[in-house]
Nanobody, 123 residues
Framework: QVQLVESGGGLVQAGGSLRLSCAAS????????MGWFRQAPGKEREFVAA????????LYADSAKGRFTISRDNAKNTVYLQMNSLTPEDTAVYYC????????????????WGHGTQVTVSS
């Protein structure tokens, strides 16, 4: 059973940066893709970015392109989300997810989820 633990969230001013981390443990060799999703109050969970664990191939939501970068360190079983030029619209709980079969934008495809980390961007 894979466990995912996010960290790195917090309060930042608009224009600032944060780096989120997601540490995976337990059965990590079964993971093919990992993704970041976010959910703002009153909104549905939305895709942010995903990465294929072996190749490092990435996918980004339009809202993340040019500002966010997803990366992984397989030796540490950790995935990162570097977020730059943050705006109040980026305020949300950010979730890490792992998929046993693919790197995908579809939340329902992911097999494992972390508990989330809060990101708040003040104006």
């Amino acid at each position: 059973q894979v466990q995912l633990v996010e960290s790195g969230g917090g309060l930042v001013q608009a224009g600032g940066s944060l780096r989120l981390s997601c540490a995976a443990s337990g059965g990590t060799t079964s993971i093919v893709g990992m993704g970041w999703f976010r959910q703002a109050p009153g909104k549905e969970r939305e895709f942010v970015a995903a990465i294929e664990r072996s190749s490092g191939s990435t996918l980004y939501a339009d809202s993340a392109k040019g500002r966010f970068t997803i990366s992984r360190d397989n030796a540490k079983n950790t995935v990162y989300l570097q977020m730059n030029s943050l705006t109040p619209e980026d305020t949300a709980v950010y979730y890490c997810a792992a998929d046993r079969s693919a790197r995908t934008v579809v939340a329902a495809r992911y097999n494992y989820w972390g508990h989330g980390t809060q990101v708040t961007v003040s104006s």
